[in-house]
């Protein structure tokens, strides 16, 4: 069984700094990209950022220069630093990553994480 936990969220002033982070557990041979999505009170799911596994960056327009996206495959942990934060990043925060697990090394899997609340206030 594979896990997917997402922390790091809370309630920080416009202008602060969090970071997220987005552990996988279990039975794990290799993780892919990770995902960073996040869903806004009353809007839609919307990607953030993404890191393949020889760690290739992408990022949404409305957080590049303050966001980072890493990983540590070690760790199987993926994070979001986020920087110079604005109201406009309130949201539910969630990773995804593709993992194969050591039953079945050739498959797999979309795993989600139970999110973490991300609030800036202005």
């Known amino acids: 069984q594979v896990q997917l936990v997402e922390s790091g969220g809370g309630l920080v002033q416009a202008g602060g700094s969090l970071r997220l982070s987005c552990a996988a557990s279990?039975?794990?041979?290799?993780?892919?990209?990770v995902v960073w999505y996040r869903q806004p009170p009353g809007k839609q799911r919307e990607l953030v950022s993404s890191?393949?596994?020889?760690?290739?960056?992408q990022y949404a327009d409305s957080v590049k220069g303050r966001f980072t996206i890493s990983r540590d495959n070690a760790k199987n942990t993926a994070y979001l630093q986020m920087t110079n934060l604005k109201p406009e990043d309130t949201a539910n925060y969630y990773c995804?990553?593709?993992?194969?697990?050591?039953?079945?090394?050739?498959?797999?899997?979309?795993?989600w994480g139970q999110g973490t609340q991300v609030t800036v206030s202005s």
């Open positions: 995804n990553a593709e993992i194969s697990s050591t039953f079945d090394r050739s498959i797999y899997q979309i795993y």
């Open positions: 279990g039975s794990i041979f290799r993780i892919n990209t």
């Open positions: 890191i393949t596994s020889g760690g290739e960056t």
